[in-house]
């Protein structure tokens, strides 16, 4: 049972468009949401997260949107550059695991050609 | 250290043989993780350890694998009688709490195949 679904594996975007990224989730308990950025052979690294108090948190060319009732999130990055392509995961917790175990989707693999 | 350091960056194992992996995380941060991530797949939780003890061993897929952390430090994972299902990359993250979030970091992982 996926919980986090990515459902595009892979995105193409030209240098300076805006990329968008796109994650669905279905566990309501999920209250904490972060997107990780993965370089090949490298581990993932923390890009942005939003509380479930909000909808849109901003940090400079990343915003990520939550639309709780849709059980939706995106990653909006604008303007895209070639070195943000990588391969971008979604992930989700819940306050009351006690810790922030977190729940991935597959991934999405961004490729920004110049 | 400077971030979460796994050991090996690569490891070749033959089917039924064990292995151990081993996860040095950054100095300071009492929660640690494993994940792995098959081909294709999304990271999948394994265990997570605060201190020395493992409050969630939920994602370990079956007895062939057991984790440890001694110190509170370096973690080791290890597998018995690998099987080629068990190919995949190890991911250590440790965090500490920010004041508003757990920060997690990651290792570069521990790219397992079992042949």
């Known amino acids: 049972d996926q919980q986090v679904k990515q459902n595009s594996p892979s995105l193409s975007v030209q240098e300076g468009r805006i990329s968008i990224l796109n994650c669905d989730y279905t566990?309501?308990?999920?209250?904490?949401f972060l997107w990780y950025k993965k370089y090949p052979a490298e581990g993932p690294t923390f890009l942005i997260s939003?509380?479930?108090?909000?909808d849109k948190n901003e940090d400079g060319r990343f915003t990520v949107f939550l639309n709780k009732s849709a059980k939706h999130l995106s990653l909006h990055i604008v303007p895209s550059q070639p070195g943000d392509s990588a391969v971008y995961f979604c992930?989700?917790?819940?306050?009351?695991?006690?810790?922030?175990?977190?729940?991935f989707g597959t991934g999405t693999r961004l490729l920004v050609s110049p | 250290g400077a971030g979460v350091s796994q050991s090996p960056s690569n490891k070749v194992t033959e089917k039924g043989k064990d292995v151990e992996l081993r996860c040095d995380p950054i100095?300071?941060?009492?929660?640690l993780y494993w994940y792995r991530q098959s081909l294709g797949q999304g990271l999948e939780f394994l265990i997570y350890?605060?201190?020395?003890?493992?409050?969630?061993k939920s994602g370990l897929p079956s007895d062939r694998f057991s984790a440890e952390r001694t110190g509170g430090s370096v973690s080791t994972l290890t597998i018995q009688r690998t099987q080629q299902e068990d190919s995949a990359v190890y991911l250590c993250?440790?965090?500490?709490?920010?004041?508003?979030?757990?920060?997690?970091?990651f290792g570069s992982g521990t790219r397992l195949t079992v042949v």
């Open positions: 993250a440790s965090s500490t709490w920010t004041g508003s979030s757990y920060g997690y970091t």
């Open positions: 566990n309501s308990m999920f209250d904490y």
């Open positions: 939003i509380s479930s108090i909000k």
């Open positions: 992930a989700a917790s819940e306050k009351n695991t006690g810790f922030q175990k977190l729940v």
């Open positions: 100095s300071g941060h009492t929660a």
């Open positions: 350890f605060q201190g020395n003890s493992a409050p969630d």
